[in-house]
C-alpha cells in the first residue's frame, strides 16, 4: 500500500530527516496552555502548572501490530496515538501532549508518511493533544511507529491499578470483542485477495467491529461522566490485551480476586453475528479478544446506585477476598471458570 | 552477536511479553524523589515540584544508526540512552527519568535483552535517571531502540537555540571528530574481519575514538560548571549530527550568522593521527563528524573573561549580524568558506 510503485511519488531521501520532520510537523497547531515549547529545539518544555506529569509509550511493528496490506496508513497514525492516550485515560487523566517517532523503510515515498501523519494529526485534534516531539529515521526494513503521551492531573484523581478491595463492583465501558472479530474479518478478506486480487472484498455489514479495529478510540469521556456521576474508581486498566489479561492485572496489583459473570459482558450484536458467523465462541472474544481500548475499573459497592443502569458502563462482577482467585462465573449455571491471560502477546501471536 | 545459536540461550516467546518487560526492568531502582510511580501501570507519575518538564525523544535503528557486527548491545544500550541525555543537557536541564521501548526479531535471545538492559541500566546508574516505562515488542526485522529522555528545571535556567545574538561567543565542549574517526576504524577493522574471520582485528592506539564511538557520555557536568562560572548560555545544542549543522541550527533559530576558526577547533591527538592515516582532513571531521555529543553555545562576550582558558571550553567563533551568513575562517587565511549542513542523515548516507 503506497509504496513507490509511481515515478510521481517523492523519495524520502530528497527532503533529508530535518526537511522531512519539518514538513510533517508543521501544520500542526498547539492548543494546550501547558505547551510551552515544541518540535525544533532539543527537546520541547511542559508547564504542569502545579498537577502530577502521567506519561506512557508504546510500540507499534509491522508485521505484529498491523499488517499493511488491510490498515490504511492513515489509520494506523490515527490508531497508534489512541492506544497511547488510552493509557492516560486509564489513570484517570486527560492526555495534553504527544510525542511520535517513526522508523520507516526508505521503500515508502514521502507520500506515505504523510498519510501516518494525517491520522495523527486527526487524533491530536479529536483530543485535543500536541505534538511536542518526535524523530524520524530510515529502517531496513518494516515500519515502527513510537508514541510518548504526557497526560497533567491533580494527584487526588488520578486511578491506578492497586486500589480495589474486596466486594468492589468491577466495571467496564462499552463493549467488548469487536476489535478482535473486525481482525479475522479483515485477515479472511485479505486472504481471499492474495488468491485472487479480483474478488471484491466482503466487507459489508461488518462496519462496527471494522472500525473498532481500523480506528479504535480512547475512552478520554469518562473521566468526566465519572465526575459527574460523582465516581472515583477504585483502581482502573484500559482493555488493550484482553479483559481477562487486564482482571488479571488488576488483581495482582490490588491483592483481590474477582468474580465475572460470562452473562454480564456487554457485546454488541454485529460482534455476536460474526462470531457465530465464524464459529468463534462470543463471549472468549468478549473475554480475551484485546484492542478494545475500553477502560476496565473498580468502584466501591456503595456507588451502585450511582452506576446502574447508566448506558456507557457495564457492571460485570465484583471483587473478591484476598489469593480468592479469578473466575468466569459461566451462563445459566454457577460453575466458577479460572481465568487464564490468553490475551494478545507480542511475541507469542506469530511465526 | 549473540544470535541465537546455542541452545542454552533462551527464546522470547518462552517469558512472554510482560514476563519479559517485568524480568528485564524488574532491578532498576528509582533514585528521584520526582518520580511517583514507575513501571507496572498503565503510565507514570511523575512530579515536577513546580519545575518545567523538558522532553525529548530520539530512535535507533539497526544498519541505520548502529551495525551489530561491530557494536556490542551493551553499549548499544548505554548510547541509546546517552544520545536522549544529551538532548536534556542541551537545554541546560538536568535528566531525571527516561522510558525506553526496544522492537526486536525473534532471533534475539532473551539474553541478548539483557545485554542491551545492562547497558540502559549502567547509564541510568551513571546519570541517576529513572527507568520509568516502555514497550517491548517483537519486530519482523531488525532491532529499534527508541528512548524518552525527561528533565526537570526552573524555567529561568532553561537553554533553548533561539537567545543567540550578534557578537556573543560561540563555545563548544571536549573535543571534536573523536566519534567520527572511530567509526571509521570500526568499519575498516569489520571489513577486514568479514574478508577474513581469523585475522584479530587492529584497534590498539585507538582507545579514545573508539570509545567516543562505542560509549559516548552526555554533558550533564557543564551544566553545574557554567553555574560555578555564573555563566547562563544564551543558545544552546547538542553536537549530535556534526559542529556545522548544529552552527546551522543555531543560527535559523536564532537569526544570527555564525563565523567559525578553524584553528580553533578542538581536536583530540589520536583523532588528528587517525585521520591523517586515513587520509581524512582532521577539520573536517571536527565540523561535520557527528555524535560527539559535546554542547555547543553562546554566551555574551562580557562573559569572556569568566571562560577562557577553562579547560572544558574552548571559544571558537562568534555571532554575527542577522543574514550576515555562516562561515569557517580556514587556518592561516582570511578566507571565508560557506558552512553546510553535511551532517550524518538518516536518509541520506545509506542505501
Redesign the interface.
Known amino acids: 500500500m503506497l509504496e513507490d510503485k509511481s515515478q510521481e511519488l517523492t523519495p ?2 530528497k ?4 526537511g ?1 520532520i519539518k514538513h510533517l510537523t508543521e501544520n500542526f497547531p498547539i492548543v494546550q496552555n501547558s505547551t ?2 515544541s518540535i ?9 502548572e ?1 498537577q ?14 498491523f499488517n499493511l496490506g488491510y490498515v490504511p496508513l492513515k489509520h494506523l497514525g490515527y490508531k497508534s496515538v489512541v492506544v497511547n492516550l488510552s ?2 485515560a ?2 484517570n ?1 486527560t492526555p495534553t501532549q504527544i ?1 511520535v ?3 520507516v523503510s ?1 521503500r515508502f515515498p514521502v507520500e506515505a508518511l504523510e498519510e501516518i501523519y494525517d491520522g495523527i494529526a486527526l487524533a491530536c485534534n479529536r483530543y485535543k493533544a500536541d505534538l ?11 515500519l ?1 511507529i ?1 508514541v ?4 497533567l492531573e491533580k494527584e487526588e484523581n ?1 486511578v ?3 486500589g480495589a478491595k474486596p466486594n468492589d463492583l468491577l466495571v467496564v465501558t462499552g463493549d467488548l470483542g469487536g476489535a478482535y472479530l473486525g481482525l479475522q474479518i479483515l485477515e479472511r478478506e485479505h486472504s481471499v485477495y492474495l488468491a485472487n486480487p479480483n474478488m471484491q472484498p466482503e466487507m459489508e455489514g461488518y462496519d462496527y467491529i471494522l472500525e473498532r479495529q481500523l480506528k479504535p478510540e480512547a475512552r478520554t469521556d469518562i473521566k468526566k461522566k465519572l465526575e459527574e456521576l460523582d465516581i472515583l474508581p477504585t483502581s ?3 482493555v488493550s490485551d484482553g479483559l481477562a489479561s487486564e482482571i488479571l492485572h488488576l488483581s495482582d ?1 490490588s491483592k483481590v480476586g474477582f468474580n465475572v459473570y460470562e452473562e454480564k459482558l456487554p457485546m454488541d450484536e454485529t460482534m455476536i453475528h460474526t462470531a457465530d458467523e465464524l464459529n468463534l465462541n462470543p463471549a472468549m472474544a468478549a473475554l480475551n479478544g484485546g484492542e478494545d481500548y475500553e477502560l476496565l475499573f473498580t468502584i466501591s459497592s456503595s456507588d451502585f446506585d450511582k452506576i446502574k443502569n447508566h448506558p456507557d458502563f457495564t457492571i460485570i462482577g465484583h471483587a473478591t477476598e484476598t489469593n480468592a482467585g479469578n473466575f468466569l462465573i459461566a451462563r445459566g449455571s454457577n460453575q466458577l471458570i479460572p481465568l487464564t ?1 490468553q490475551g494478545w ?4 501471536n ?2
Open positions: 524520502i531521501s527532503l533529508g530527516e530535518f522531512l510551552k515549547l525544533g529545539d532539543d527537546a520541547a518544555i511542559i508547564d504542569a502545579g502530577k506529569v502521567v506519561i506512557s509509550t508504546d510500540m507499534l511493528a509491522e508485521g505484529v501490530h493509557d492516560i486509564a489513570m487523566a510525542l517517532s517513526v522508523a526508505n511536542i516531539g518526535g524523530d524520524t529515521t530510515s529502517s531496513n526494513a518494516g515502527v513510537s510518548t503521551a504526557i497526560g488520578i491506578k491499578r492497586n482502573m486498566i484500559d496489583q491471560a502477546d507480542a511475541f507469542l506469530k511465526e
